[in-house]
């Protein structure tokens, strides 16, 4: 069983030996690191060094890791494809909205509950929300070519149109996208990850090591959080929107936590207690 460390809030999901080294690669440009930074962050979170070489081992074997010729471990297969539309949702690039919908008609017909599975987590990469039951809907205004893969999977079972919508004075377009995608949660959870970052900024620039492992745990639920982004248009978007902000923010204390990780990795590693 792997180990397991919580430091976050409710929100944020225990560490695990294999959620740290995931973690670590899919921030790093190129996906790819030594063996030694790699343990030298599990020790980070108290994980030794036998259980980081294993939780590598098993994600080499599984596929999600690859270890190249120098020794270097790199992300490959869903992985890679994560950081990937990681990039995408931290840099928010999106197209001029002409006022369409893209919709999405599940075509019918009996499927497997691997394919029914597959589809819905296809649509959700895309960053569709499902209506009712079989139609799902976005603005058109990302590209369809930025991720192959799930519009390929998507294109196979559904059928697509694009609408125009006529929207009344009693359920207007803005309210209606706000319920498809419960804005209000997303901006709320935006503004309490701006408070965290916020907090730990002063002692990651002080270069204070005891605030590597929670601004670790925060940096990933940043990156989560920007996955979940819907990405709509500005004229769909409530007064206030964080989304700007909270990239802006993200932008100085991620290069901030990266210069104090990388001058703690370099470090003599001091013995730590197993939590593994």
């Known amino acids: 069983m792997a180990a397991m460390v919580s430091l976050g809030s409710d929100n944020d999901p225990a560490l695990t030996t294999r959620s740290v080294l995931a973690s670590m690669l899919l921030g790093s440009t190129p996906p790819r690191l030594p063996v030694a930074v790699l343990v030298r962050a599990g020790e980070m979170f108290g994980f030794t060094e036998g259980s980081v070489r294993t939780a590598l081992s098993r994600m080499a074997a599984s596929g999600e890791l690859r270890r190249d010729a120098q020794g270097w471990y790199r992300l490959q297969g869903d992985l890679l494809t994560r950081q990937s539309r990681q990039g995408e949702s931290r ?30 987590d296809a649509l959700l990469r895309l960053r569709f929300a499902e209506q009712r039951e079989g139609v799902w809907l976005r603005p058109d205004n990302l590209d369809p070519r930025s991720q192959q893969h799930p519009w390929q999977l998507a ?52 270069r204070d090591t005891s605030a ?8 990933a639920a940043v990156l989560r959080h920007f996955l979940a982004d819907p990405l709509l248009p ?23 936590y990266r210069e104090a990780l990388d001058e703690w990795v370099r470090q003599p590693a001091p013995p730590l207690p197993s939590r593994s």
Do not use: I
């Open 212 to 219: 590597l492992a929670p601004g670790f745990v925060v940096s």
């Open 91 to 120: 840099s928010a690039l999106t197209e001029q909205w002409s006022g369409r919908w893209r919709l999405a008609v599940v075509d019918p017909g009996a499927r497997s509950a691997t394919d029914r599975a597959a589809l819905r």
């Open 155 to 206: 294109d196979a079972q559904c059928r697509w149109f694009l609408a125009e919508p006529e929207f009344t004075f009693e359920r207007n377009e803005q309210e209606f996208a706000a319920n498809l995608w419960s804005l209000s949660e997303w901006a709320s959870r935006a503004t309490e990850l701006r408070k965290k970052m916020h907090t730990l900024l002063a002692p990651l620039q002080q």
């Open 234 to 256: 500005r004229e769909l978007l409530p007064r206030h929107w964080p989304g700007g902000a909270l990239r802006a923010d993200y932008d100085q204390y991620d290069f901030t």
